[in-house]
């Protein structure tokens, strides 16, 4: 992955960054997202679930969830997994247009951080966690190449959100 380590006039680092992803990268994301998002509550349900079967630490920012019992017939598991996807969706549908992207990644990571107190690093667990459900659900069609665009794409969320806790801390 390309890091940029100086520091650039916005609008050139967005440039960069979206140079990152490639059309085909796009293509990837674009169609696999598609095959994902046809159940946004069947796998939202499973990134919950897979969340905090995977980094139980995680439970304790779902205060109105509960964490034990029967999680697959949870309304609350459901509701909220597809509150993941639908923000998900925003960005895929947005992949030409970073500067809104953007805006849709620093609302959500301001409020994960000033309304629920989300620790960054938590973002990087539900990016390898949705990893993980795509691979499951779309099997061999997630070869290295879609992997790749994932994780690419993965990469420039995590350091727009990062970018954001930064700033917002700094206020």
Known sequence: MCTLSFPLPAGK?????MALLTEA?????RCTWAKLFEN?????????????TDYPETKKYFKTIPTEGNLQANPLVRFHGRRVMVAVNQVVENLDNWKQACRI??????????????EVENFQYIFQVMECVLRNVLGNEFNSRV?????????????????TYGSSSQS
């Open 40 to 52: 946004p509550e069947e796998h939202g349900k499973s990134i919950v679930i897979k969340l905090f």
């Open 13 to 17: 680092y967005l440039a960069i960054t």
């Open 105 to 118: 990644l620093d609302r959500l990571a301001d409020k994960h951080r000033t309304s629920h107190s989300v």
């Open 147 to 163: 992997s790749t665009s994932w994780k690419k794409l993965f990469t420039l969320l995590f350091e727009q959100i990062e970018e």
């Open 25 to 29: 990268d796009k293509k990837n994301i």
